[in-house]
């Protein structure tokens, strides 16, 4: 690292993927066809009505200028009307909906709105590396919530050392969940806001995969909860939802003083989304839903056939009941995610992601994702089986 570069930037935990994507890009120069099996980035495309919406909306003059920093009210209006419909939530569009740049720049700017230096957040581990990232750039610290399987990989609540809690300012959570694709019910969320009320804590969920879940399984809102609006936010996305991942688009909902909080480091650094995306996002959200289902029927075959590759290989494989990912132990002869994954690598040319990549507690698995083909995911599958 340059010593130019301010200490934050030190403090950031070296990018353990590095490795990876250099055997990876040197795998494809010798020839071998990678199966990469890492990317969390859905494959399919963005339904075209959604892109359609963009193309027309992208020719009217009235949005080529600046957007507002809260984004359009007819933007807040869906999102509000899809929670009702699809979460049970009720929202108020104005003050309790905020439109986000993807959900990543809410959930990093946070920090900056509720952390001072040294100022403690919870954050799960394994997680999303935002959340541990994002506090340190905000010259912070952040404190492990292990996720083990012997907890389903969830918080232990009572084992949050007392002086932690008091100090602790943030919470961060993901359900359904990535890496682990641990799932919760309300009944978590009712213990978690009511720690945050003993602890005075500003909880933020983060819910992008709240829709792609299977096996009648349904998300829960974190703000489903009896009193969860008065002590937290949710993020959420269309990123995953509606394939729009390079889109841009994202919004928080929930305590209105929680979002002026976010809205204010926002209007200092940023401008809006772009008015064109967001009338986008207003087809997605407001028009036909049948999309996320014939998605979730492509997911739900491709995760099967994972499912019972990796098995018919000899690897414990839980089905997951939401996200594109898997999340695999790996087998006893190997001493570590890293060790397992570059072998996977190598002699099958099947790219995964190692689990201490996302954090200490993540050591012992690898995470595998779906967003690739039906025959490309047999095709990992046979040769991981060869392999083993
Ligand atoms: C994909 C993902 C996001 C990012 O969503 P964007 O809206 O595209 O920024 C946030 N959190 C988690 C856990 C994710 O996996």
């Not at 937290?232 to 688009?249: A, C, D, H, Q, V």
């Not at 772009?274 to 979730?296: H, K, W």
């Not at 491709?302 to 898997?326: H, I, K, N, Q």
Request: proline share 6%; hydrophobic share 40%; with cysteine.
């Amino acid at each position: 690292m340059s010593s130019r570069y301010a200490e934050r930037l030190n403090r950031l935990p070296p990018y353990l993927f590095a490795d990876i994507d250099r055997k990876k890009r040197e795998a494809e120069k010798k020839g071998i066809d990678v199966i990469d099996l890492g990317i969390g980035d859905p494959d399919l495309p963005t339904p075209p009505h959604i892109v359609a919406a963009l193309c027309e909306a992208a020719k009217d003059p009235s949005n080529h200028r600046y957007p507002s920093y809260e984004g359009m009210l007819a933007f807040r209006e869906a999102v509000a009307d899809w929670y009702r419909s699809r979460k049970h939530v009720r929202l108020d569009p104005d003050s309790e909906v905020l439109t986000l740049i993807g959900s990543k720049e809410g959930i990093a700017h946070s920090t900056m709105a509720f952390l001072n230096p040294g100022d403690i957040a919870l954050v799960p581990d394994p997680a999303y590396p935002v959340y541990r990232n994002a506090t340190i750039m905000a010259d912070s610290v952040p404190v492990s919530m292990p996720l083990n399987a012997d907890n389903e990989f969830k918080p232990d609540l009572d084992a949050i050392d007392s002086r932690i809690a008091r100090d602790a300012k943030l919470m961060f959570l993901n359900y359904p969940n990535n890496p682990t694709a641990a799932t919760v019910d309300t009944d978590f969320f009712k213990a978690v806001v009511d720690f945050a009320h003993e602890h005075d804590i500003v909880v933020l969920h983060d819910n992008p995969y709240s829709e792609l879940t299977f096996d009648g399984y349904e998300a829960p809102s974190f703000l489903a909860v009896r009193g969860a609006k008065e002590v937290g936010i949710e993020f959420n996305s269309l990123s995953k939802t509606y394939n729009m991942t390079g889109w841009r688009i994202g919004f928080a909902v929930g305590n209105s003083e929680i979002l002026n909080g976010v809205k204010e480091v926002k209007t200092n650094i940023d401008s809006g989304t772009f008015q064109a995306v967001q009338v986008a996002g207003i087809a997605a959200l407001t028009g036909p839903q049948d999309c996320i289902s014939d998605n979730l029927a492509i997911y739900r075959t491709r995760r099967d056939t994972l499912v019972e590759g990796l098995e018919s290989a000899g690897l414990c494989v839980t089905r997951p009941r939401a996200t594109f990912y898997l999340w695999v132990p790996i087998p006893d002869e190997f001493s570590s995610s890293i060790e397992f994954s570059m072998f996977l690598l190598e002699r099958a040319g099947v790219v995964t992601t190692p689990g201490i990549g996302f954090g200490e507690y993540g050591e012992g698995f690898i995470r595998l994702s779906i967003c690739l083909d039906e025959n490309r995911l047999e095709e990992a599958c046979k040769r991981i089986n060869a392999l083993l």
